[in-house]
């Protein structure tokens, strides 16, 4: 059964880059028919969509994300990786890697890892 | 547009049926997604598509649309479906973006 797993630091200041590192396992991440997405959930908050990212490369990112936003993909590793630049408080909030599909042209998060929480602070 | 409006809260007594409405403009071109949340817990798929439940999502869950307005219905809600429950979608502008409701928590009395 395939799961995702994500990694990364948990504490971070005020102006360094997040990197996070989200594991597949019990399967391949090289599918033609799914993306590989990046969510996250600030405290009380509710979802938001940072990126997707396809095997072959391809991405796309929330645009108030973009300019601070990097996401890539290791097919070797079986891995796909998040970098937000310039964190501030606002960074803050658990961050969901997910499986995702598309049935009709409408896309969904089918598959989706525990969560990782990441703080912000001086 | 890209946004998607979901209630903040609905009840249901125990073993009746509620509705959960998402409205957006995008959702005239394409089906909601629909996720349940439990605290503590990642969200998990409930509804994709016009009306497709993953494996192990019991039937008194379903989803429907009309216009610019997709609902996701309980019937017979039980206790283990206090939850909030947020509807996602692609926004319609050609641009592959998706996007999230607010989320609507669902209290069982």
């Known amino acids: 059964q395939l799961q995702l797993q994500e990694s990364g630091p948990g504490l971070l200041k005020p102006s360094e880059t997040l990197s996070l590192t989200c594991t597949v396992s019990?399967?391949?991440?090289?599918?033609?028919?799914?993306?590989w997405g990046w969510i996250r959930q600030a405290p009380g908050k509710g979802l938001e969509w940072i990126g997707s990212?396809?095997?072959?490369?391809?991405?796309y990112d929330n645009p108030p994300l973009q300019s601070r936003l990097s996401i890539s993909i290791d097919t070797s590793r079986n891995q796909f990786s998040l970098r937000l630049t310039s964190v501030t408080a606002a960074d803050a909030a658990v961050y969901y890697c997910?499986?995702?599909?598309?049935?009709?042209?409408?896309?969904?998060?089918?598959?989706w890892g525990r969560g990782t929480l990441v703080s912000v602070s001086s | 547009s890209s946004e998607l409006t979901q209630d903040p809260a609905v009840s249901v007594a125990l073993g009746q049926s509620v509705r959960i409405t998402c409205r957006g403009d995008?959702?005239?071109?394409?089906?909601a997604t629909w996720y349940q949340q439990r605290p503590g817990q990642a969200p998990l798929l409930v509804i994709y598509?016009?009306?497709n439940r993953p494996s192990g999502i019991p039937d008194r869950f379903s989803g429907s649309s009309s216009g610019d307005t997709a609902s996701l219905t309980i019937i017979g809600a039980q206790a283990e479906d206090e939850a909030v429950y947020y509807c996602?979608?692609?926004?319609?502008?050609?641009?592959?973006?998706?996007?999230f409701g607010g989320g609507t928590r669902l209290t069982v009395l």
């Open positions: 996602n979608s692609r926004d319609n502008r050609g641009n592959h973006l998706r996007v």
């Open positions: 598509g016009e009306n």
């Open positions: 019990g399967g391949s991440i090289r599918s033609s028919s799914h993306y």
């Open positions: 997910a499986r995702e599909g598309v049935l009709g042209g409408a896309w969904y998060f089918d598959l």
């Open positions: 995008s959702l005239r071109d394409y089906h």
């Open positions: 990212i396809h095997y072959s490369g391809g991405t």
